[in-house]
């Protein structure tokens, strides 16, 4: 079935180092330059000729490793692998179509380009497929390596993208200063008018004031429409990397470690949502004009003097009435926070096992903690929606007294001679720029505590363990030839029953192991630590005696092929099921599906293998489901397969197929280990059997002597636990009315 993807991957790491072309300098040459890389050209030239002109020393990669240590880069790291192989590319790269040279790719808007000195040739991403790639990213250095974690890297990660490109600080800032400079004018036009126009008649001068805040009015519009569009273009830029990161973090998430409750992870990162409204313009507006409001005080007080006392008052005191709802607010949105993420659990997992529930007749069990966690959630957005109002409609008042006192002194200083009604005007335009960004501000403190607890509730994501701490791991040069468990023992955190205890087991190239044992006896957990999907909680998981953990993921998902007891299917069609990781040709689909029988799936619907699959596939069969997660498995190819009861859900017509489509397909040095309860499907492939007792190994040996050794510790252990002799026979039930 998949003979096509092993005859081509013999040519990743596997071939005689005459078989694949020399690599010449210009390709290279091209390559780093593209990479914006500092090089010696004269001395790339001398190196290349030296180690690849009079025929290859070794392989491919050992020779350009050399390369690039003999002309100074040593950041560099590079990865042979096949096109199909890639998941997610790294441009520019080497690749070669044929024996006789590799070619630079790139990609340039959208397209795939050959690149030739100056020239370029677009590529046939169809007529790539089987050729070999050599890709290249830099290193991580020590210090990113060892640098600490923030101790807030929610905020962190807010401000790393805040201030990515400060560009639009600077146009932002400057658009504000006209903008408020350009209130000003409005403030001097009534001003001229009261005391010029007004007195004299004089419309010749009000023609001419006109025209000016004409322009006036333009330039504002402008200004205030091009720092809106900033803004929104910048705010969703943040929002956009921020959910991407998030998201990204939450996929390489250590499963073990990772919070069990879904629904309650699902809603802590909906705090993302009060990070977007934060950031919108109207928010920002109000923050950016806020220290604007000093300089209009400063005008106040040039203009009508002691009426400026007003306004310097009304900070402080709208200041404290914001933080003091705040400090309010604080305890409200935790406590509302945390019974939204319980009530967000819940209805997660209703949902997931809705048929269970109805089954049961549970109907009112889960009704009445609905209702409960609704109630609270609703008494606490009642009192912070009431602190909330509280807070701007005392702002609100605040406003509305300042602009009364400020009109009394303003009569005063009339009276005394000090201002005239122009003035007065002028001074009331002027606070009420003064006004509304503080009134705003307020407002803005008490609702950043929720933007705070957001940030606060996205540390817990982001502090939880990844698989992978340091980001890319080792790339081996080969496919694996063994795989290992040295001291490893293993314990779901955070109960410490240890689950696993195997000091030493070995499994090399070529061989089939069949695992035994009952039901929670290890073999799952085994396959996981196999798969680097858990982390031994000592000990070490050794792939050709490199740590697992440290290898690179994109490496590890192209030679380690699992497939778990529980499969799961996603949202969308069956090729996307089957093909997850969107590598996969045509022909290599259409053959797994025809192997295995999931093009049956497909011809039941108009849509073929376009056929639309809602989350969790349950428009499938269990046994149609177990065949698409194989089919994912078998389009891998893998070096190491891994399988944890495949033929569970399987008829006995359909387990026979899986059977012999799993002979057919692997290559002699590949490695399979499977674990079954029932082990007589696989007895014919298997070579050597392995009984897990309590998590440890209690036979390693032939198939046929595990298969013997792991029934008779059965039919012991069962005879013992119901304390009955094994030849017990029991009588048949009697009937009843």
Sequence with gaps: MMSHSHDVQAVVGERNPGDMPPLGAEALQTLLARMRVTFDKRRLHQVCQAEFGSGPRGTVLQGLSAVLKDIGIFDLQVHQTLWSRMDQPRYPLLIALDASQWRVLDQVDGRLLFIDDNDSQEAEPAALASCPVICFHRKHTYHQQQSAEPERPALAMVLSEVFRTRKWLFDVVMATVVINLLAVCVSIYAMQVYDRVVPTLAYATLTTLVVGMAVVVVFDWCLKSARGRILDRVSARIDNNLSGSVFEHLLNLDLDRRPKSIGALSSQVAGLDFLRQFFSSATVFSLVDLPFVLMFIGLIWLIGGPIVWVYVVLLPVAVLVGWTGQRRMRALIKEKLNQTN?????????????????????????????????????????????????????????????????????????EAGNLTMGGIIACSILGGRVIAPVAAAAQQIVQFEHVAQALAVLDEVLVLPRR???????????????????????????????????????????????????????????LKLLAGISVPSSGHVLVDGAVLSNLDPHWKSVHIGYLSQHVKLFKGSLRTNLDLNESAQDFEILNTAQALGIDR?????????????SAGGTELSGGQASLVALGRVALQSPRIWLLDEPLASLDPMSARRVCRVISETLNPEDMLIVAAHDPAPFQALMTRGVVIESGRLAFDGPVTDAIRFAESKHARSSAAGRNIPADFSPKPPRNRR
């Design 468 to 526: 992978n701490q340091s980001g890319r791991g080792l790339i081996p040069e080969q496919a694996p030839q063994s795989i290992e468990l040295q001291q490893v023992k293993f314990a779901y955190p955070p109960a410490q029953i240890e689950r696993l205890d195997f000091p030493r087991w070995r499994v090399t190239s070529g061989e089939r192991v069949l695992l035994l044992g009952d039901i929670g006896a290890g073999k799952s957990t085994l």
């Design 601 to 613: 799936i497909a011809r039941g619907s108009l849509e073929g293998f376009d056929m639309a699959l």
């Design 342 to 414: 319980e009530r967000q659990s819940l209805l997660v997992e209703a949902l997931d096992g809705t048929s269970a529930i109805q089954a049961e007749n549970a109907q009112h069990r889960f009704l009445r903690l609905w209702g409960a966690l609704s109630q609270d959630i609703a008494r606490y957005s009642f009192n912070a929606r009431t602190v909330s109002n509280f807070t701007m409609i005392t702002v609100t008042s605040l406003s509305t007294i300042t602009f009364v006192c400020a009109l009394v002194v303003g009569v005063t200083e009339i």
